[in-house]
């Protein structure tokens, strides 16, 4: 019976502590900007057509190498993720499989760092 309330307790804190981990939160700073470059920065920037297409071009090729070679972990080289990170996703089979299917969301979603 201790040895269940203990092991329950041990993977409640661990369930609560990694939810606060994988949400990091940016703190807003003050800076005395003024109201011009504020205006600035608050308007859209302009998406020409040749950066989309260069965009959709690498998700395309990123997603190819996802499917083919995703063992290889491809589509992170490719994007020019970090080597160690690479190898550590060859090592673990792409985390048992759960970091593969994080990046194939994140290329969908285009929030890949690479992209």
């Known amino acids: ?11 409640m804190l661990m369930s609560v502590s990694m939810s606060y981990a994988s949400f990091p939160v940016e703190r807003a700073t003050t800076s005395n900007v003024s ?5 600035i920065d608050a308007t859209p920037a302009l998406v020409t057509p040749a950066a989309t297409s260069t965009v959709a071009k690498q998700m395309s090729t990123a997603l190819l ?13 490719y994007l020019g993720s970090p080597v160690g990170w690479n190898i550590l996703f060859i090592l673990t089979l792409g985390g048992l499989g759960i970091w593969a299917i994080v990046d194939l969301v994140d290329i969908i979603t285009e929030k890949y760092p690479g992209l």
Not at 1 to 11: C, D, E, F, G, P
Not at 69 to 75: C, E
Request: overall charge positive.
């Open 1 to 11: 019976m201790k040895l269940k309330l203990i092991l329950s307790l041990a993977v």
């Open 65 to 77: 190498l996802w499917f083919f070679l995703g063992a290889f972990a491809a589509h992170r080289w």
């Open 35 to 39: 109201v011009e470059a504020s205006v």
